[in-house]
């Protein structure tokens, strides 16, 4: 029987609030949404394909244009899958430089992600507040890496660059100003009357709706799932390392875990920067053939990379699966369906930071 609705809406793929490209249909009866389908297919850059052949220092390059808001994540997690297969253990003073590199670009993802959220519920004031200490995040990033977005940072067995004492002061300070300001800029989430309105009740993912959607990261966290594959990893359990966990499942809940995490990614570079030993930064190693599956937490939730290598280090086969696809599903098929009212309908997408650019790849 052919369903009757009042209206299909269609918003996007060229929206005001997008970051990139996507089209998301909505049935609707009145102003209440009563499903909603996500249509993909204007990016795919067909990335996989490239790698395939390639030496792994080639695609050391590739897999940081997966995604240009989480690149040092991309290129972090395909080095260590390439140390996994090769038997290679990263220098110990490199380990804590990845972790600083890799909180500072979680820090740039989520203030872009809470800055799209605020413009998207017409919040601009506190949106270009966001977008601004993001700079000081990128201005850090360069600093240690020598470039803003494409790092290739990370190598086997280490990093390229060691960091100098007078960048370590210079991230010190920078922290400091950031965990002033941010602190300011939550407040005003947290208490400001419109913001609830569009955010408290609205988009709500149950924890049981988001374990059958498979949602990931900060999505998942904010209905009570405290899931964080760096509880996992060995340097951040070095430093202490708790998953932000809120249960109001809702818009508010997405934007508040990101908020937690910009601390909490505060926190442990400072940890980092007290703990991490003198020492070389490269520990040196071959790579080697192999095929082996490596998960890592990027700012959006679980990223994996399924690796297979030759005997000179060349990439046969390669898969990459990315968080957003599993939290776009969460979104399109739990979220939406029911809203309330059409107008909801972007800040609740966006509120579960979509990364398209990650998932057409």
């Not at 989520?110 to 995040?137: D, G, P, Q, W």
């Not at 990370?154 to 922290?175: F, K, N, S």
């Not at 070095?238 to 508040?256: H, S, W």
Request: with cysteine; charged share 25%.
């Amino acid at each position: 029987m052919k369903k009757t609705v009042d209206v299909a809406v269609p918003i996007g793929p060229v929206h005001p609030c997008w970051k990139e490209p996507i089209r998301i249909k909505c049935a609707t009866k009145g102003e209440q949404v009563l499903s909603a389908e996500v249509e993909l297919g204007y990016m795919k850059k067909g990335i996989e394909r490239i790698m395939r052949g390639r030496p792994w220092q080639e695609v050391m390059f590739l897999a940081e244009r997966v995604c240009g808001i989480c690149s040092v994540v991309h290129n972090m997690v395909f080095i260590e899958t390439m140390e996994a297969i090769s038997g290679i253990e990263p220098a110990e003073r490199a380990a804590f430089l990845r972790v600083i590199v890799n909180e500072l670009d979680r820090m740039q993802s989520h203030l872009i992600a809470n800055f799209s959220y605020c413009y998207t519920i017409e919040h601009e004031t506190l949106a270009m507040y966001l977008l601004n200490e993001r700079e000081h995040v990128m201005d850090l990033i360069e600093r240690i890496t020598g470039n803003r977005v494409n790092t290739a940072y990370m190598i086997p067995g280490g990093v390229r660059y060691d960091l100098r004492p007078e960048d370590a002061a210079a991230v010190q300070e920078t922290l400091d100003l950031l965990e002033a300001n941010i602190t300011r800029y939550m407040g005003i989430f947290e208490d400001g009357p419109m913001i609830a309105l569009r955010s408290r009740g609205v988009g709500v993912l149950t924890k049981e709706d988001a374990l059958r959607a498979h949602a990931v990261g900060p999505t998942a966290r904010a209905s009570g799932i405290s899931t964080d594959l760096r509880s996992q990893h060995p340097t951040y359990r070095k430093l202490g390392f708790e998953p932000v966990v809120r249960t109001e499942c809702d818009n508010y809940a997405r934007i508040m875990v990101r908020f937690g995490e910009l601390f909490q990614s505060i926190g442990l570079i400072r940890k980092a920067l007290a703990m991490m030993p003198e020492g070389p930064v490269r520990s040196g190693g071959i790579c080697k053939g192999g095929e082996t599956r490596y998960s890592g937490e990027a700012p959006r939730g679980e990223l994996t990379y399924v690796v297979k290598a030759d005997r000179y280090g060349r990439v046969e086969e390669i898969a990459i699966q990315t968080p957003s696809i599993m939290n776009i599903d969460a979104c399109a098929h739990y979220m939406l369906k029911g809203a309330l009212s059409i107008a909801d309908v972007t800040a609740t997408f966006i509120s579960s930071d979509p990364c398209v650019a990650c998932t057409e790849r």
